[in-house]
């Protein structure tokens, strides 16, 4: 998957969001508990993670996504650098926010590779629904 080059640079947080509900369509709010934060290398690590994360063919479900992450910069009252949630259904991933080019805002990934297989264990983990 690409990334949005300025904002993986300067984010400092990832919040990891269990989505309850949305977005209903691209750019709208993903709401949803916020059962962990990645701070500094944690967060570099889990964006570069995702920044390996191999495309897919379409596979349509609907999206429904059940994970998302909303990346912060160093000023914690500015609004996230951009958001992104994960649907394993469709392997589909919609990123959205001000440093999000719209070439960026939709992405197909391989939800059964490697990659995304640990960044769903890594969701799980912080949700506290498996243990470390």
């Excluded at 951009?82 to 392997?91: N, Q, S, T, V, W």
């Excluded at 919609?94 to 992405?107: A, Y």
Aim: charged share 20%.
């Amino acid at each position: 998957m690409k990334l949005p080059a300025t904002a993986v640079g300067a984010t400092t947080r990832l919040d990891v969001v269990r989505i309850t509900a949305g977005p209903e369509r691209w750019g709208g709010p993903m709401t949803g508990d916020v059962p962990a934060r990645w701070e500094g290398a944690e967060a570099s690590g889990v964006l570069a993670l995702i920044g390996r994360l191999p495309t897919a063919e379409p596979n349509l479900c609907g999206f429904a996504p059940g994970w998302g992450v909303r990346a912060h910069g160093s000023d914690p009252a500015a609004p996230p650098l951009f958001e992104a949630a994960f649907c394993y259904g469709c392997d589909e991933a919609w990123l959205w926010g001000p440093t999000v080019p719209e070439r960026l805002g939709r992405q197909l990934f391989a939800s059964d590779s490697p990659n995304a297989q640990y960044l769903r264990l890594r969701f799980l983990e912080a949700a506290g629904m498996i243990g470390p």
